[in-house]
């Protein structure tokens, strides 16, 4: 079975630059989630997808951040202006549903300059 | 609300030595607990989980925790270290419903970096 997959793995960008993430998922799984790790800290859920449908986005910044998730399969994360704080791990998780494990993609790891 | 706090933010070991990671964990409801691992490089790979079963729980690789209810602790352990146990290990929260059923939002710790010496 073919894991959470995320591209790109590394990405470098300067402030105010827009820079955006993919996630697909494991087939089959109807609840996505995005996590933000700063270095030093544990993951932080930013927002939870179930179908394509947003569960919970109360810790993302919406003023610069927005995910979607059409046809409630594979999903995007954009930031745009980007700031020097997001640098981040970008970590995309799926599962069966919210009281099911969560599998985790191997991250996108973003330097803003 | 929901908190978790990992006691220690390193821990260093000899291998074939035991290992303890401490967790403390603040839930309103009724929580499911875990331990995740994050090898460099690498996706988070769940250890173990405690979802109001049995209070000692087993995970991979001979890892286990216990769930003391009176002293809010998930402390990890493993009898004997290993020189691929090194990696950072965190301990995970999500609250249940009433019904006994997770929302799905997991709160992590600030990580445990365990370091393995020969």
């Known amino acids: 079975e073919a894991g959470v997959a995320q591209s790109p793995r590394y990405k470098i960008i300067e402030k105010r630059q827009s820079v955006a993430f993919w996630c697909n998922p494991i087939s089959g799984h109807a609840t996505l989630y995005w996590y933000q790790q700063i270095l030093g800290q544990g993951p932080k859920l930013l927002i939870q997808f179930q179908n394509n449908g947003v569960v919970d986005d109360s810790q993302l910044p919406k003023d610069r951040f927005s995910a979607e998730r059409l046809k409630g399969v594979d999903s995007t994360l954009k930031i745009q202006p980007a700031k020097l704080e997001d640098s981040a791990v970008y970590l995309c998780?799926?599962?069966?549903?919210?009281?099911?494990?969560?599998?985790f993609g191997p991250g996108t790891r973003l330097t803003v300059t | 609300a929901q908190s978790v706090t990992q006691l220690d933010s390193h821990v260093s070991v000899s291998e074939g030595t035991p290992v303890l990671l401490r967790c403390n964990y603040s839930s309103s409801y009724s929580p499911s607990l875990f331990w995740y691992v994050q090898h460099p490089n690498k996706g988070l790979q769940l250890l173990l989980k405690?979802?109001?079963?049995?209070?000692l729980v087993k995970g991979i690789n001979g890892f286990e925790a216990e769930f003391k209810k009176s002293e809010t602790s998930f402390h990890l352990t493993k009898p004997s270290a290993h020189m691929s146990d090194a990696a950072e290990y965190f301990c995970v929260v999500t609250e249940n419903n009433a019904g006994g059923t997770s929302y799905g939002k997991l709160t992590f710790g600030q990580g445990t970096i365990l370091t393995v010496h020969p």
């Open positions: 405690y979802t109001s079963a049995a209070t």
């Open positions: 998780a799926s599962s069966l549903s919210p009281w099911y494990e969560q599998y």
